[in-house]
């Protein structure tokens, strides 16, 4: 089957090319937010499906039903890809839940003055760039992955699709001291404290769930659950687009897999460029799993 690579350039950001086009990306900075949609933003592979499978669940009160039955990308569509406007068309649920890879400035002037609820979902870059560097061996739609070492001077150069993964994060973060509509959560949050993290989103979204309600979300945004759910485990993508071959999407699930590709030279590459990029900002990241037993 023939390579889907097209890459799109759009304010000097590369983005693939087979869902997204120049005309879907204008829609996504014009974008008219109604107050009542829901918003998650997160860079890739820090932990978008599993907020989407979080807010489906929160949304049917624990109930499966819509999450076991249609896709993540028709619940809660990207943004900026192509089909967008014709799924929030087609759709009746309110609130509208939108997903996004976009940077804090090119939607922040879609979002002045609009009360949508936007949860920003970050994951530690390093466990970011490993789970990158798989899923771009496994999606025909984007460029050769290459060697790990090409892969990580490519992430940290802000080279990858959707950008600097330093600019994403402190674009997004940097507006949670002046925006109450905007709650930061983390990969390793949802994975240190899976239930903490449903009713840190529940209560943002005033939803509150009764303990029922809570527990069965929280067994079906486990990683098991999910990774058997093939209206999340990408399952259903057409072998041409993703090779499941070449692995899984729903991969590991873990905090600190990168210790596992990482060599001590590339860790203390990756550190110098973090500390360099990172200056003067307070975000603290759980880098291992051991470092669960520190935050508890
Ligand atoms: N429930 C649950 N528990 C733990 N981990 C989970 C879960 N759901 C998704 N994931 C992991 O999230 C990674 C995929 O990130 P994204 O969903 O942001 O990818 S994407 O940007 O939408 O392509 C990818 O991480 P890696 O396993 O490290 O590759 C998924 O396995």
């Not at 590369?14 to 918003?39: E, Y």
Request: charged share 20%; proline share 3%; with cysteine.
């Amino acid at each position: 089957m023939a390579r889907l690579d097209v890459t799109e350039v759009f304010h000097g950001i590369s983005f693939p090319g087979h869902l997204h086009t120049q005309d879907s990306l204008q829609f996504a900075l014009k974008f008219p937010f109604q107050d009542t949609d829901i918003l998650i933003v997160s860079y890739p592979k820090s932990g978008t499906t599993w907020m989407q499978e979080i807010v489906t669940l929160i949304s049917s009160r624990g109930d499966p039903q819509f999450s076991k039955t249609v896709p993540n990308w028709a619940r809660s569509p990207w943004l900026e890809q192509h089909y967008c406007a014709a799924v929030l068309e087609a759709s009746s649920a309110t609130p509208r839940v939108i997903t996004t890879h976009l940077p804090y400035h090119l939607l922040c002037h879609a979002l002045q003055g609009s009360k949508a609820k936007v949860i920003y979902v970050s994951r530690n870059p390093k466990d970011v760039v490993v789970s990158f560097y798989h899923f771009h061996k496994m999606a025909n739609f984007l460029p050769e992955a290459g060697s790990f070492q090409e892969f990580l001077n490519r992430f940290l150069g802000g080279k990858l699709s959707f950008g600097s993964w330093f600019d994403h994060v402190k674009g997004w973060t940097s507006q949670l001291a002046t925006v109450s509509n905007l709650l930061h959560i983390t990969y390793e949050e949802m994975s240190l404290d899976l239930q903490g993290a449903i009713n840190k989103v529940s209560s943002f979204l005033q939803c509150s769930l009764v303990e029922d309600e809570l527990n069965n979300c929280v067994k079906h945004c486990s990683f098991n659950s999910m990774k058997d759910n093939n209206m999340v485990n990408y399952t259903l993508i057409d072998e041409g687009i993703i090779d499941h071959s070449k692995g899984a999407f729903m991969r590991r699930g873990k905090i600190g897999d990168w210790t596992n590709l990482f060599t001590e030279e590339q860790n203390q590459y990756f550190e110098s460029v973090f500390n360099s990029e990172m200056q003067g900002c307070t975000l603290e990241f759980v880098w291992e799993e051991r470092d669960k037993e520190e935050t508890r």
